[in-house]
């Protein structure tokens, strides 16, 4: 013990020779630990907690953002899905409706050119049917026609001038 007292001693003259006062070190250093005590208790833990929170809050936003990314690159990819669908869809709307015209055309083309066909054809046998109307009608005052003449001529049979005479005479009255 005494040899403790000693080195205590010894260490309060080497603490001494350089300035230190071993009761206001001690005092100081209670004090130091009893800030520390305080600051640990009613600070740093209370912050350590607010910075945990914070950081899982940060790291909650992070996986939310990155989900949204995700999210939003499968609705892109679901959007341009359904535009190459309809746009597809409108292709093949076109196309039939394109194949659907042609056949209206086609069909009505042939619709008017058999109606035509029809027209002409009842033109013709209508222009036939008035021909022999026309060549009866004239065959019929042709034969009345050299009838009267004949007629005239053999009733007045008197010689060759005057059977041209008779003629020309039969002509002008016909005329």
């Known amino acids: ?9 010894g260490i309060a003259g080497a603490l001494g020779s350089l300035g230190v006062d071993g009761k206001l070190f001690l005092a100081q250093l209670l004090n130091f630990g009893v800030v520390l005590f305080v600051m640990w208790k ?8 607010v910075m945990d929170e914070r950081s899982k809050k940060i790291e909650q936003g992070l996986k939310d953002a990155t989900d949204a990314a995700a999210l939003r690159r499968s609705a892109d990819e679901e959007r341009d899905r359904i535009v190459l669908a309809a746009r597809a869809d409108a292709k093949q709307i076109v196309e039939e ?3 659907n015209a042609e056949t209206e055309r086609v069909a009505a083309t042939a619709r008017t050119k058999t109606e035509v066909e029809r027209i002409v054809t009842q033109g013709k046998e209508r222009l036939a049917a008035e021909k022999q109307t026309l060549m009866a009608s004239v065959r019929a005052e042709a034969a009345d026609l050299v009838t009267a003449v ?7 049979k008197l010689d060759a001038a005057a059977d041209k005479k008779l003629i020309k005479d039969a002509l002008k009255d016909i005329a």
């Open 1 to 9: 013990m005494i040899e403790e007292t000693k080195q205590a001693a």
């Open 97 to 99: 409706a394109a194949v």
């Open 150 to 156: 004949a007629e005239k001529v053999l009733r007045e």
């Open 42 to 49: 009613w600070v740093y833990t209370p912050l350590l907690k």
